[in-house]
């Protein structure tokens, strides 16, 4: 079975300090990957997915990139933080070969 | 824009009742759907799925599923102060990749 690891687990970043969050994945091989956002109070928004190393789709227009250096590595940055970058940020694959989603622990990033 | 609709509660429950949980989505192409369970602070975990029109049952928890009024629900039987958590509804859309959209969640409360 998968393991996604996700780490930090909190950080707390200036506004216009650099992000960067690494997830990795085990028990798998080649991947979907997915980054998800929560903000407080709100559901999940799917940011980036990744089907192979080297492929990015975004899914919305923000101040977030993310790369795919290898097959079980998902890293999302940013170059400089907004107050608005503040949540709980998401690793994801597919449990099996289907939509359904299985989620890491999550990093709580708050920007202040 | 696609679509996933839920009622943000809380829910309160007395303990030993049913929860009743509902979610509608836009796209009426979904052919996947999917509840998770979020405690406070955690990654939201999957409790349970469905794909066909009906009732799908897993232990105390029964699912839903009506795709020409576009409406799935979640029961859930016996509840137990455990369960209080926020439940996400998940619809998958399929176009290349697998992808899933996520209500923001009902929040249920079981009081003793």
């Known amino acids: 079975s998968q393991t996604i690891h996700q780490w930090p687990a909190t950080l707390v970043q200036p506004v216009g300090s650099p992000l960067s969050l690494e997830c990795t994945v085990e028990?798998?091989?080649?991947?979907?990957l997915y980054w998800y956002r929560q903000a407080a109070g709100r559901g999940l928004q799917l940011l980036f997915y990744?089907?192979?190393?080297?492929?990015i789709s975004s899914e919305v227009p923000q101040n977030l990139s993310a790369s795919r250096p290898q097959d079980r590595q998902f890293i999302l940055s940013s170059k400089k933080l907004l107050l608005s970058d503040s949540g709980f940020y998401l690793c994801?694959?597919?449990?099996?070969?289907?939509?359904?989603?299985?989620f890491g622990q999550g990093t709580r990033l708050t920007v202040v | 824009q696609k679509e996933v609709e839920q009622n943000s509660g809380p829910l309160s429950v007395p303990e030993g009742a049913i929860a009743s949980l509902n979610c509608t989505y836009s796209?009426?192409?979904?052919?996947?759907f999917f509840w998770y369970r979020q405690y406070s602070g955690k990654s939201p975990e999957l409790i349970m799925f469905?794909?066909?029109?009906g009732d799908k049952e897993d232990g105390r928890f029964t699912a839903q599923l009506n795709k020409a009024s576009q409406y799935v629900s979640l029961l859930i039987r016996d509840s137990q102060p455990s369960d209080s958590a926020t439940y996400l509804c998940?619809?998958?859309?399929?176009?290349?990749?697998?992808?899933?959209?996520f209500g923001a969640g009902t929040r249920l409360a079981v009081h003793p």
């Open positions: 994801a694959c597919p449990m099996k070969v289907g939509t359904e989603a299985f």
């Open positions: 028990g798998t091989s080649n991947p979907n």
């Open positions: 990744s089907v192979g190393i080297g492929q």
């Open positions: 796209d009426r192409g979904s052919q996947s």
């Open positions: 469905i794909y066909s029109n």
């Open positions: 998940a619809v998958g859309f399929s176009g290349g990749y697998n992808k899933l959209i």
